[in-house]
């Protein structure tokens, strides 16, 4: 009998008891805006904050309205001006190019490795065009941040870091988003912790912070932010930085805090699905599993495999005769955008210049989510649907 697989990719868990009887708490107060709190009271916003920034060990920490807006955000503190170029990685996801664009920028790619990485020597060579990069770890793979800070900072080129898939991961034990000026984090539904929408953003850079924290939409009502940096450092800037507002609510904070307490567990269980879909799919030829390096501590919500130098007719076929056993994979190779998947030349409000070695590393990503709702024993019927679908298809010759 065809093994078939019936769970689906997009269904997370729920929300945790705890979250949802805080939820209901700050509904029954009516108190949802941050900043409508009674005396003695700390917004669960606030607290939220603290709670992140500790978690990374970063200075301060914003509560923000969606991970696009937090990176929005640390641009526009960052200095960056309608009409300038930021250097941004080719393989990501329309939000980081939509950031730029948002602030009147223009997006310049710099390519992948087939670690799915952004290319060093790529970046060393367009450096010099821009004064910020816009760091996304795409799909949870870190690149050796050491060498990459090394190049910025000789350039002098500043990092605002997309963690949307990092939250919870490590570069020899340093915090994902604590290596830039900025970090910055989604709390949408598909990423580490779920809200629905929702944003943080993490520095340890006082001014910066204080610029975010206005143009977030605080009014002159910072000093609530005990994450936040003091008021003298408000004093010249609350007159100087617009209201853009995108703050994070209560209610958001209240569900998001007992997930955040429940990271590291998490990880641990996303890492063990991870471990059964790579053990599952070593050996099968014409398939190449992606190399993690040992200083890389991952988070993996997700899993990547790659179809290199495969026609496109051979992908699509991997990829129908894969969905027809109910597995969903993305391929970053077509030619049109599909759901959230799409091609730096598919951003066609941003002109791009070909990119041959990244097209053909893009061309073979194989992409799929690992909810926790699946289980090690889904993850490896999974495994053995898509060895049988890639083993036919590359004998029938490619
Ligand atoms: C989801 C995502 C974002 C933005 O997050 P939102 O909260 O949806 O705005 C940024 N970068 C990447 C790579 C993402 O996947």
Same mark, same amino acid.
């Given at each position: 009998?065809?093994?078939?697989?019936?769970?689906?990719?997009?269904?997370?868990? /729920?929300?945790?008891?705890? !979250?949802?009887?805080?939820? #209901?708490?700050?509904?029954?107060?009516?108190? $949802? @805006?941050?900043?409508?709190?009674?005396?003695?009271?700390?917004?669960?916003?606030?607290?939220?904050?603290?709670?992140?920034?500790?978690? #990374?060990?970063?200075?301060?920490?914003?509560?923000?309205?969606?991970?696009?807006?937090?990176?929005?955000?640390?641009?526009?503190?960052?200095?960056?001006?309608?009409?300038?170029?930021?250097?941004?990685?080719?393989?990501?996801?329309? /939000?980081?190019?939509?950031?730029?664009?948002?602030?009147?920028?223009?997006?310049?790619?710099?390519?992948?490795?087939?670690?799915?990485?952004?290319?060093?020597?790529?970046?060393?060579?367009?450096? &010099?065009? *821009?004064?910020?990069?816009?760091?996304? @770890?795409?799909?949870? @793979?870190?690149?050796?941040?050491?060498?990459?800070?090394? $190049?910025?900072?000789?350039?002098?080129? +500043?990092?605002?870091? &997309?963690?949307?898939?990092?939250?919870?991961?490590?570069?020899?034990?340093?915090?994902? !988003?604590?290596?830039?000026?900025?970090?910055?984090?989604?709390?949408?539904?598909?990423? @580490?912790?779920?809200? !629905?929408?929702?944003?943080? $953003?993490? %520095? &340890? &850079?006082?001014?910066?912070?204080?610029? *975010?924290?206005?143009?977030?939409?605080?009014?002159?009502?910072?000093?609530?932010?005990?994450?936040?940096?003091? /008021?003298?450092?408000?004093?010249?800037?609350?007159?100087?930085?617009?209201?853009?507002?995108?703050?994070?609510?209560?209610?958001?904070?209240?569900?998001?805090?007992?997930?955040?307490?429940?990271?590291? *567990?998490?990880?641990?269980?996303?890492?063990?699905?991870?471990?059964?879909?790579?053990?599952?799919?070593?050996?099968?030829?014409? $398939?190449?599993? #992606?190399?993690?390096?040992?200083?890389?501590?991952?988070?993996?919500?997700?899993?990547?495999?790659?179809?290199?130098?495969?026609?496109?007719?051979? #992908?699509?076929?991997?990829?129908?005769?894969?969905?027809?056993?109910?597995?969903?994979?993305?391929?970053?190779?077509?030619?049109?955008?599909?759901?959230? +998947?799409?091609?730096?030349?598919?951003?066609?409000?941003?002109?791009?210049?070909?990119?041959?070695? %990244?097209?053909?590393?893009?061309?073979?990503?194989?992409?799929?989510?690992?909810?926790?709702?699946?289980? +090690?024993?889904?993850?490896?019927?999974?495994?053995?649907?898509?060895?049988?679908?890639?083993?036919?298809?590359?004998?029938?010759?490619?």
């Amino acid at each position: 009998m065809t093994e078939r697989f019936t769970g689906s990719f997009t269904q997370q868990e /729920p929300i945790p008891e705890e !979250g949802i009887a805080a939820a #209901v708490r700050v509904m029954q107060s009516g108190r $949802l @805006h941050r900043y409508n709190t009674v005396p003695g009271e700390v917004a669960e916003t606030v607290l939220l904050e603290q709670e992140f920034a500790a978690s #990374v060990g970063a200075e301060y920490c914003l509560a923000v309205a969606s991970g696009g807006y937090a990176i929005g955000t640390a641009l526009r503190a960052c200095g960056v001006k309608p009409g300038d170029r930021v250097l941004t990685n080719a393989f990501t996801l329309a /939000p980081v190019p939509g950031a730029i664009a948002g602030v009147g920028a223009v997006p310049v790619y710099i390519g992948v490795t087939e670690e799915l990485v952004i290319d060093l020597d790529d970046l060393a060579a367009k450096l &010099d065009q *821009a004064s910020v990069l816009l760091l996304s @770890h795409m799909r949870g @793979h870190l690149c050796d941040m050491e060498a990459l800070m090394a $190049l910025c900072d000789a350039a002098g080129v +500043t990092v605002v870091e &997309d963690c949307a898939h990092t939250m919870g991961a490590t570069w020899n034990g340093k915090p994902s !988003g604590t290596f830039g000026r900025f970090g910055c984090f989604s709390t949408q539904t598909y990423k @580490h912790i779920n809200s !629905g929408e929702g944003g943080l $953003l993490i %520095s &340890d &850079d006082a001014e910066g912070m204080a610029r *975010a924290t206005m143009l977030s939409g605080s009014y002159m009502l910072y000093t609530s932010h005990a994450a936040g940096p003091t /008021p003298e450092e408000f004093a010249e800037l609350r007159y100087q930085t617009p209201n853009i507002s995108g703050r994070m609510d209560n209610l958001r904070a209240a569900i998001l805090r007992p997930q955040l307490a429940d990271l590291a *567990a998490q990880a641990g269980r996303w890492n063990a699905l991870y471990d059964v879909m790579d053990a599952g799919l070593r050996d099968v030829p014409g $398939l190449t599993l #992606v190399s993690r390096p040992d200083a890389e501590g991952f988070v993996a919500s997700s899993f990547q495999f790659l179809l290199l130098d495969w026609s496109a007719a051979a #992908v699509a076929e991997v990829q129908s005769r894969c969905a027809a056993r109910g597995v969903e994979l993305k391929w970053f190779g077509g030619a049109e955008p599909v759901g959230f +998947t799409s091609r730096y030349d598919s951003w066609r409000y941003a002109a791009s210049t070909p990119m041959p070695a %990244s097209d053909r590393v893009l061309a073979g990503i194989m992409d799929m989510r690992l909810p926790l709702t699946f289980s +090690t024993a889904d993850c490896a019927l999974i495994a053995r649907i898509i060895r049988a679908e890639v083993s036919a298809v590359w004998q029938a010759g490619n």
